[in-house]
């Protein structure tokens, strides 16, 4: 079966999010440490950016590093901080040449400034890229992302500038990390677990969530095309009925985007 082929391009999400989880697992069943599955996860994402961009996505969120990893063993989180700079270096060519912008959405000013460094430098180079949106999320904590957006809010409410009946569903979402973004219509999560773990909770709302027990160091573009498929299989009603939804013409949720 041609996957590819029974995929229909006007009905492919503008926003894919994939939680990559799996990494340690799948170097742990090879007899090798953790952080060989995370460089073999790299060869993974560039795979499925390439297959993102071939397709016609808009935008592709990576959940790469969240606020709880920073508890992980020092070892391991040095060696991802080294791996993330190595790998933005290896690809930021490559990136500008595929037409893909990347972005980057977390606490920032928490990652080592060598990385800040490098991460700034690939935003800057790829700035003008009209294709694929790449996003990042690194020292992401989605719950902190919220209480940030309450904070920045409140303060314009303080100063006068907001009036507590203005806000609204729109004006939180453009206080968010991801305002200027559509929300991902599929989110895929690797290696089994099936849960969402702090992971775009406010943007995920009317997601099609897909979870599959691949290891990510293992998913490749068949699994990605698989989940479109998927995806293109279900019927996304909005609160509304078959019959409504059958009737008119489907409607994408309304996100955050310019």
């Known amino acids: 079966m041609n996957i590819p082929e029974l995929l229909d391009r006007n009905k492919l999400p503008r926003h894919i999010a994939i939680i990559m989880d799996g990494n340690g697992r799948w170097a742990k069943e090879r007899g090798e440490d953790r952080v060989h599955g995370h460089y073999e996860g790299v060869v993974s994402v560039r795979e499925i950016v390439d297959a993102c961009g071939e397709i016609g996505i808009g935008y592709l969120t990576l959940y790469a590093f969240s606020a709880e990893n920073w508890n992980r063993p020092k070892e391991e989180v040095d060696a991802l901080m080294e791996l993330l700079v190595n790998t933005i270096r290896k690809e930021v060519d490559e990136l500008k040449k595929n037409n893909v912008r990347m972005h980057v959405i977390g606490d920032f000013e928490s990652l080592p400034e060598i ?15 009209t294709g694929l949106n790449l996003v990042l999320a690194l020292s992401y904590s989605s719950r902190d992302e919220i209480a940030r957006a309450a904070r920045l809010i409140a303060e314009q409410v303080q100063a006068g500038k907001l009036k507590c009946e203005e806000i609204n569903d729109e004006l939180i979402g453009r206080h968010l990390y991801t305002s200027g973004f559509p929300d991902p219509e ?8 099936c849960r969402i773990s702090n ?3 406010y943007q995920l709302a009317y997601s099609e969530l897909y979870f599959t027990n ?14 479109l498929l998927n995806y293109q299989q279900r019927e996304r009603r909005f609160g509304k009925t078959s019959e409504q939804i059958q009737t008119n013409q489907p409607q994408h949720v309304q996100g955050n985007e310019e």
């Open 115 to 129: 990385c800040r460094v490098e991460l700034n430098e690939a935003i800057e180079i790829t700035a003008s890229n």
């Open 214 to 227: 691949v290891h990510w160091p293992d998913f490749r573009k068949p699994h990605l095309h698989e989940a």
């Open 186 to 193: 599929l989110m895929i999560r690797t290696s089994g677990e």
């Open 199 to 201: 992971f775009l909770l």
